[in-house]
Structures are given as C-alpha cells and as structure tokens.
Nanobody
Framework: QVQLVESGGGLVQPGESLRLSCAASGSIRSIYVMGWYRQAPGKQRELVAGITNAGRTDYADSVKGRFTISRDNAKNTVYLQMSSLKPEDTAVYLC???????????WGQGTQVTVSS
C-alpha cells in the first residue's frame, strides 16, 4: 500500500507561480509512476503531468512549457512547479501513483489551486 500526501496549493494571481509537493510513504519501492491530475468543477479529471521511476516525464499539452514535474527519490517526493499560471489552471490537483502502467492509481487527498485576480 502506498499513501500520498499533497501540499502547496493556494490562491495566486494570473502569471504567478506555485509549487506542489506529493510525499509518498508505504510500499514506495513498488511505484512505477507518480504525478498529478486535476479536476475543475463540472469538468472531467485530466492528467497534468507524470514522471516514471526512470525519470521519463509526460505533460498535458495545456501545461507544456509552464509546468515542470520532478522527483526527489531520497525524500520519496514528487514536485510540480507551476509557472505563468492562468485562471483555467484553477482546479483540485490530485497526486497519484501507479505500480505499473495498467494498474489502478492510488490517490492523494487533493489540494486546491485557485488562480484569480
């Protein structure tokens, strides 16, 4: 079992930056990929970014060039650095992990990101 705890959400103005963190505990050696989804009111949950245990990254087209995902294996933590934030980035951001590509994800509790002037 893997447990995920997110932190770092908040309220920012358009154009500002924010960094999210997701700390994993439990059976962390079984993790193949970690990353972030987001869900805005009335919209489907969408993949934002993911990073595999080999360091391969994947991003949604809407965040490429603005968001960067990274991981600190020593701290079992994944980070999402978000820059040039837009109001449409407003959502609950959920950390996830999977033990292999076809596995069901484990979810964190979510953290709210609000971008508004």
């Amino acid at each position: 079992q893997v447990q995920l705890v997110e932190s770092g959400g908040g309220l920012v103005q358009p154009g500002e930056s924010l960094r999210l963190s997701c700390a994993a505990s439990g059976s962390i050696r079984s993790i193949y990929v970690m990353g972030w989804y987001r869900q805005a009111p009335g919209k489907q949950r969408e993949l934002v970014a993911g990073i595999t245990n080999a360091g391969r990254t994947d991003y949604a087209d809407s965040v490429k060039g603005r968001f960067t995902i990274s991981r600190d294996n020593a701290k079992n933590t994944v980070y999402l650095q978000m820059s040039s934030l837009k109001p449409e980035d407003t959502a609950v951001y959920l950390c996830y992990s999977k033990i292999h590509v076809f596995a069901s994800p484990t979810w964190g509790q979510g953290t709210q990101v609000t971008v508004s002037s």
